[in-house]
């Protein structure tokens, strides 16, 4: 029924209009034809799909352009803050075949970080074990550099090559018994062993009076003296730990085994923003110098050295050799912030700012003269780790839990602090390095 103005009465005033003419009311019907209403519904599904399609692209424009400009500014606007006078700092470090980068780096940038933090407030103690390349006589070099340069410091050369170590006769603490039938020297037990010695001097001499407040355990990487001054410096100094994020092959991150998020989960995504617990995305995403983590070693890390010296004898370890036997297996890198009591009171802190490599280009890659993220890259990764936490389901870590149910049902004594270290995978040595089995 349609309308027409009432001549008779006002000029707002309105009455039906009756159509006695059929045809003109069949050709109104056509309007709504079928045909039509599948033309109107797709017109406005296409609007509507422009107008979403529009703000999506909007939104997350607005939202990229934010965290790029914020990465950016802070990269453009960093000083590496000053060493702090009277702070002492003990330097652990461990070398297997690493001749090719400490000739071309790790040597000189170590030299570099003495002149900075000053002979007197330090301590270098360097384990290398059993290289067959050049890396005994570079170090031989170091020795005497450090001793010309009056820097306290002790270098062990051990001449036991791996392969003399799993022929070893003695098979007990340490061994597992692999799924192929074999007894074979686990890998985390024997590199806790060669941390533990490295802080050995910390120690002896905190017994003798000599005292150090942090300890900073450095990897064969790349770095700089402004990233070990960066990193000391997170969250204003104060962490039981502060970790460098490192790689070998950017833009994905390397150290997998060790980095767990504040909610002791391992990572979404290789590439950043790395983390599935809201506390550690946010923080990434907000570029903070301090993320919180559960654990991390990734390349460099420093610790207050209270832990180490004090009655608590805060020590690298691996697993139970029974645990291990269930196919398990955890990094001594991570269970040291599990055992150390200060994680919980001062927090352990993933420092982004601070960027290693395991090789120069890796190095060069993560430091370009911008952002170290590209907008393409945020925009990319900020997607792809929304779909993996949302789709994903964690089998691999329902796998560990049943397996740790079965082994403390094995034995009242069985526990595991920890339990969010643990993978599903036996590494064990090998002659020229570590395998899985």
Same mark, same amino acid.
């Given at each position: 029924?349609y309308?027409?103005?009432?001549?008779?009465?006002?000029?707002?005033?309105?009455?039906?209009?009756i159509?006695?003419?059929? /045809?003109?009311?069949? &050709?109104r019907? %056509?309007l709504?034809s079928?045909?039509?209403?599948?033309?109107?519904? +797709?017109? =406005? $599904?296409?609007?509507?799909?422009?107008?979403?399609?529009?703000?999506?692209?909007?939104?997350?424009?607005?939202?990229?352009f934010?965290?790029?400009?914020?990465?950016a500014?802070?990269?453009?606007?960093?000083?590496?803050?000053a060493?702090?006078?009277?702070?002492?700092?003990?330097?652990?470090?461990?070398?297997?075949?690493?001749?090719?980068?400490?000739?071309?780096?790790?040597?000189?940038?170590?030299?570099?970080?003495?002149?900075?933090l000053?002979p007197?407030?330090?301590?270098?103690?360097?384990?290398?074990?059993?290289?067959?390349?050049?890396?005994?006589?570079?170090?031989?070099?170091?020795?005497?550099?450090?001793?010309?340069?009056?820097?306290?410091h002790?270098?062990?050369?051990?001449?036991?090559?791996?392969? /003399?170590e799993?022929? &070893?006769?003695? %098979?007990?603490v340490?061994?597992v018994?692999?799924?192929k039938?074999? +007894?074979? =020297? $686990?890998?985390?037990?024997?590199?806790?062993?060669?941390?533990?010695?490295?802080?050995?001097?910390?120690?002896d001499?905190?017994?003798?009076?000599?005292?150090?407040?942090?300890?900073?355990?450095v990897?064969?990487?790349?770095?700089?003296?402004?990233?070990?001054?960066?990193?000391l410096?997170?969250?204003?100094?104060?962490?039981?730990?502060?970790?460098?994020l490192?790689?070998?092959?950017?833009?994905?991150?390397?150290?997998?085994?060790?980095?767990?998020?504040?909610?002791?989960?391992?990572?979404?995504?290789?590439?950043?923003?790395?983390?599935?617990?809201?506390?550690?995305?946010?923080?990434?995403?907000?570029?903070?110098?301090?993320?919180?983590?559960?654990s991390?070693?990734?390349?460099i890390?420093?610790m207050p050295?209270?832990?180490?010296v004090?009655?608590?004898?805060?020590?690298?370890?691996?697993?139970?050799?029974?645990?291990?036997?269930?196919?398990?297996?955890?990094?001594?890198?991570?269970?040291?912030?599990?055992?150390?009591?200060?994680?919980?009171?001062l927090?352990?802190?993933?420092?982004?700012?601070?960027?290693?490599?395991y090789?120069?280009?890796?190095y060069?890659?993560?430091?370009?003269?911008?952002?170290?993220?590209?907008?393409?890259?945020?925009?990319?990764?900020?997607?792809?780790?929304?779909?993996?936490?949302?789709?994903?389901f964690?089998?691999?870590?329902a796998?560990?839990?049943?397996?740790?149910?079965?082994?403390?049902?094995?034995?009242?004594?069985?526990?595991?602090?920890?339990?969010?270290?643990?993978?599903?995978?036996?590494?064990?040595?090998a002659?020229?390095?570590?395998?899985?089995?």
């Amino acid at each position: 029924m349609y309308w027409r103005r009432n001549s008779k009465y006002s000029r707002h005033s309105y009455e039906p209009d009756i159509e006695t003419n059929t /045809e003109q009311r069949r &050709s109104r019907i %056509r309007l709504l034809s079928p045909g039509t209403k599948l033309y109107i519904k +797709r017109l =406005l $599904r296409t609007r509507v799909a422009r107008v979403a399609l529009f703000l999506f692209a909007v939104v997350n424009f607005l939202e990229v352009f934010r965290i790029h400009s914020r990465i950016a500014e802070e990269h453009k606007h960093h000083v590496a803050p000053a060493h702090h006078k009277g702070e002492r700092i003990y330097i652990a470090a461990m070398h297997f075949n690493d001749g090719a980068l400490l000739r071309s780096h790790w040597l000189y940038s170590m030299l570099n970080l003495t002149e900075a933090l000053g002979p007197e407030n330090i301590f270098i103690s360097i384990y290398e074990s059993g290289s067959w390349d050049d890396t005994k006589m570079l170090l031989e070099w170091f020795d005497g550099e450090l001793e010309r340069r009056q820097v306290p410091h002790r270098i062990e050369l051990s001449d036991t090559t791996h392969l /003399e170590e799993i022929k &070893s006769e003695v %098979r007990g603490v340490g061994w597992v018994d692999t799924p192929k039938g074999e +007894r074979s =020297l $686990r890998r985390i037990p024997f590199l806790s062993k060669m941390r533990n010695r490295t802080i050995k001097d910390l120690v002896d001499l905190d017994s003798q009076g000599t005292h150090f407040d942090k300890v900073l355990f450095v990897n064969d990487v790349v770095f700089t003296v402004d990233d070990i001054l960066t990193l000391l410096d997170t969250n204003g100094g104060d962490y039981a730990a502060a970790c460098s994020l490192d790689f070998s092959l950017p833009p994905i991150y390397y150290d997998t085994f060790a980095l767990r998020d504040s909610n002791g989960l391992p990572h979404a995504t290789l590439r950043w923003p790395y983390f599935q617990s809201s506390e550690s995305l946010n923080a990434m995403i907000s570029n903070s110098d301090a993320v919180p983590v559960t654990s991390c070693w990734n390349g460099i890390v420093a610790m207050p050295s209270e832990p180490f010296v004090s009655s608590t004898q805060l020590r690298f370890r691996g697993i139970p050799d029974s645990l291990a036997a269930h196919h398990l297996e955890g990094s001594e890198c991570c269970l040291i912030h599990a055992d150390n009591p200060l994680s919980k009171t001062l927090g352990v802190y993933l420092n982004p700012r601070v960027r290693v490599g395991y090789n120069p280009r890796a190095y060069e890659v993560t430091h370009p003269k911008t952002s170290w993220v590209s907008a393409w890259r945020i925009f990319w990764g900020l997607w792809t780790n929304r779909i993996t936490r949302w789709a994903t389901f964690t089998f691999d870590q329902a796998v560990v839990r049943r397996r740790v149910k079965r082994w403390e049902k094995e034995d009242m004594g069985n526990s595991e602090p920890g339990v969010f270290c643990l993978i599903n995978e036996m590494h064990v040595i090998a002659e020229n390095g570590w395998a899985h089995v």
